[in-house]
């Protein structure tokens, strides 16, 4: 079973609404990364960290995405005005390191922008 | 740059039949190469790694042997079976905090 644990399951946000996702990373696992899944199952990186710094991000991430992964807090991803285009289901990974080392998955949060 | 390539988006199988599910992928670096297999409503979840050349890997049937020369970790099975319908993505870690995935191939198998 998996040990990342997202939520919600699932969100429905009006277009130019927010939409808010968290994230909890395996315990001990200081490396996080987001990705988007889009409806032909390709995943697009969108920003990964280390610890609470990020450490690369994407364009689309730099303007109407913003992430955060504070200490002793769940991480989170929140989209600042929800467009169509952003539906999608939203990965959340972790790993021991970002080198060399595979990436565990939660089951994901699928956002539907209406 | 960094990628991975997987040619087929569906294949389609009678269960008990043998599988090869394509993957090939380009880095500059020391390749570590994954497969991974998402079932419906599920997390991608691992099923093979490797970052040995010539060498088999295998985890629940499934089988794969990274081969540098040509690039390739091609997933295989001798016999598949229903329970085995779901998406496989094959994913490289070139280092550097990133994860490259393939585009997927979806895995039918029919009774």
């Known amino acids: 079973n998996s040990k990342v644990i997202q939520t919600p399951r699932y969100l429905v946000k009006g277009q130019g609404q927010k939409a808010k996702m968290r994230c909890i990373p395996e315990?001990?696992?200081?490396?996080v990364f987001w990705y988007q899944q889009n409806k032909n199952n390709e995943f697009k990186f969108l920003i990964n960290?280390?610890?609470?710094?990020?450490?690369?991000q994407i364009d689309m991430t730099e303007k109407r995405f913003s992430a955060e992964c504070p200490s002793n807090s769940p991480c989170s991803l929140e989209i600042q005005s929800s467009e169509a285009g952003d539906s999608a289901l939203y990965l959340c990974?972790?790993?021991?390191?970002?080198?060399?080392?595979?990436?565990?998955f939660g089951k994901g949060t699928r956002l539907t922008v209406v | 740059g960094d990628s991975v390539t997987q040619t087929e988006g569906l294949v389609t199988l009678t269960k008990g039949l043998p599988v090869m599910l394509n993957c090939t992928y380009q880095?500059?670096?020391?390749?570590?190469l994954f497969w991974y297999v998402q079932h419906l409503n599920e997390a991608p979840k691992l099923l093979l790694k490797?970052?040995?050349?010539?060498k088999r890997t295998e985890h629940q049937g499934f089988y794969a042997t990274l081969h540098k020369s040509s690039s390739s970790f091609h997933l295989q099975k001798s016999s598949v079976q229903l329970s085995d319908s779901a998406l496989y993505f094959c994913?490289?870690?070139?280092?550097?905090?990133?994860?490259?995935f393939g585009s997927g191939t979806r895995l039918l198998v029919s009774p």
């Open positions: 994913a490289l870690n070139p280092g550097g905090y990133k994860v490259v």
């Open positions: 315990k001990g696992h200081p490396v």
């Open positions: 490797s970052s040995t050349d010539n």
């Open positions: 960290f280390q610890n609470q710094e990020v450490l690369q």
């Open positions: 880095t500059t670096y020391s390749p570590f």
């Open positions: 990974a972790s790993s021991l390191s970002g080198t060399n080392t595979e990436v565990f």
